[in-house]
Structures are given as structure tokens and as C-alpha cells.
């Protein structure tokens, strides 16, 4: 899970942006030449090493990449020399993840896409969710389009850097159904992972999957 974009949360970020900074005099660059090698922003990582520019995963990924090092070494701040997972030095790629690492990213998110079908008319809805386990949980209010639903299903997630370019996305196959146990319907409630609007008519429901794949895009060194 230590890669480019793995990772549930980052670290404090007082310390990050000094060692990017650290570890980019020691190779001996220039910023423009590091934001030449992970295609990003120049004006956004001199406010990233002064610390007033937000980082997400994905950037700390290209980061990782053009500094030849680690993602997990930046965090630490301890970047020794070598990349955690190496590949073609000038080609993105899209690498397919692991059923483990796609669950593990799903617990990173509180929305994904809900996608079926009736009546030979497909639609897909944007809902807030939570994990358990392998499945998915999410409820919606009586009476909604949702309320009714069975069946197959598809559910996807992402997470998108437009500025560095990358991201991951994890779609799920399987079955929705609903959740009838009063005392997991309780323990749900309590634990406030609802619909965003509030509704006391909320009606639970379970995708239990069948089929989980994902891919994460990994960048190239920017190297000529």
C-alpha cells in the first residue's frame, strides 16, 4: 500500500513541505525543474514548501516520483534515494490495484455513484456511504427513487488531482438489498453514517459485492 497514492490520510503537513524541500536541494533542483518532471504548477510548490498550498495524495505522489524517492519516505521525512514501486521512466501508466487496496481506498471516501437500471432506463446517483467489511452501506429516505431498490448494481469511487494529474477509481459489482436488523439499523444510525439530509424515514440498504476491480494512474518520471 506504501505507492503514489495509497494512504487513508496524510501526516501533519508542517513537516512534508520541508522535507520536499530538503530532498529537492539535495538532488541539487530547481523547482521549476521538479514541476518539469511531476507536470505540476510551478506558483503551487513555492507555496507548497512555504506551506500555504493544500497537497493531496495524488500530488504527493508525482512529488515522490520527480524527487526519486518514496511516498512513504516524504511523509517521514527521511526521503533516502529509490523509488518504492519502479517503472518506465517517461510513461504514465494505469496500474490495476489489488481487491485488498481497493477496499482500503473505499474506506478513504464517504460518497460514490450508484448506478442500475428500470425499466430499460439506467441511472446513476450520487450517495453517501460507509464501509463494512466488504460490503457497502447507504440509506435514503421512504419514498425516494431508491427506496425500492433490489437487484444488481454498480457502485464506483474516485479520487481525482487535476493538477498532478492522477488518481484511482474502484468499481464495485453486486447486489443491493435492505438492511432489515433493527439492531444494525440502530447501530448505523447511532454512529450518524446516514443520508446527508436527515430524513426519520430512512430506509438502509447493503451491496454486497461480487465483482471489485480498480486502477490507479501512476506517473512518469518526467525524465528525457
Not at 497537497?55 to 526519486?68: F, I, K, N, P, T
Request: glycine share 12%.
Amino acid at each position: 500500500m506504501d505507492n503514489e497514492t495509497a494512504g487513508t490520510r496524510l501526516p501533519d503537513m508542517v513537516d512534508i513541505p520541508r522535507t520536499i524541500r530538503r530532498r529537492r536541494e539535495q538532488l541539487g533542483l530547481t523547482r521549476a525543474e521538479v514541476c518539469a518532471r511531476a507536470g505540476l504548477p510551478l506558483k503551487w510548490l513555492v507555496e507548497l514548501e512555504a506551506g500555504d498550498a493544500p497537497l493531496s495524495r495524488a500530488a504527493l505522489g508525482a512529488l515522490a516520483v520527480a524527487l526519486e524517492t518514496g511516498v512513504a519516505a516524504l511523509m517521514s521525512g527521511t526521503p533516502a534515494p529509490g523509488r518504492e514501486e519502479p517503472g518506465p521512466s517517461d510513461a504514465r501508466s494505469l496500474i490495476p490495484m489489488s481487491e485488498q487496496e481497493c477496499h482500503a481506498r473505499l474506506a478513504t471516501h464517504e460518497v460514490g455513484r450508484l448506478a442500475g437500471g428500470t425499466d430499460h432506463v439506467p441511472w446513476v446517483l450520487p450517495v453517501n456511504y460507509t464501509s463494512h467489511g466488504r460490503d457497502i452501506l447507504f440509506s435514503t429516505r421512504s419514498g425516494s427513487s431508491l427506496a425500492d431498490l433490489r437487484g444488481p448494481v454498480a457502485f464506483e469511487v474516485d479520487d481525482v488531482d487535476r493538477y498532478a494529474r492522477l488518481g484511482w477509481s474502484v468499481l464495485v459489482i453486486g447486489v443491493a438489498e435492505p438492511v432489515t436488523d433493527p439492531a444494525e439499523i440502530a447501530g448505523l444510525t447511532a454512529a450518524g453514517v446516514g443520508a446527508w439530509p436527515a430524513d426519520r424515514g430512512e430506509l438502509w440498504f447493503r451491496i454486497r459485492p461480487g465483482r471489485v476491480t480498480g486502477r490507479r494512474l501512476r506517473p512518469g518520471s518526467g525524465r528525457r
